[in-house]
Nanobody, 122 residues
């Protein structure tokens, strides 16, 4: 059983930066693929970025060039570096994980954290 705990959210002005962290425990970190999703008020949850066990990454178009997902297997932590933040990035951000072999099936049945709020506002 994998436990995920997000941190690093907060209030930031437009154009600012935040780094989200997702600490994993309870299983072997390097065997999993990880993702960040977000959900804004009144909107459906959407995929932001993913990273496989082999460090292959994928991003939704709206964050390409601004966000970077990375993983530190030694620290059992996944990061989401968010630069040039916009008000439309405001959402609760969730960390999720699936066994790397299940990556192509998506994250819906994977492990999920409790989320961290990101608010971009002046």
């Amino acid at each position: 059983q994998l436990q995920l705990v997000e941190s690093g959210g907060g209030l930031v002005q437009p154009g600012g930066s935040l780094r989200l962290s997702c600490a994993a425990s309870g299983s072997i970190f390097r065997f999993y693929a990880y993702g960040w999703f977000r959900q804004a008020p009144g909107k459906q949850r959407e995929l932001v970025a993913t990273i496989t066990a082999g460090h292959s990454t994928n991003y939704t178009d709206s964050v390409k060039g601004r966000f970077t997902i990375s993983r530190d297997n030694a620290q059992s932590t996944v990061y989401l570096q968010m630069n040039s933040l916009k008000p439309e990035d405001t959402a609760v951000y969730y960390c999720t994980a699936v066994a790397d072999s299940d990556y192509v099936r998506g994250f819906e049945r994977g492990y999920w954290g409790q989320g961290t709020q990101v608010t971009v506002s002046s």
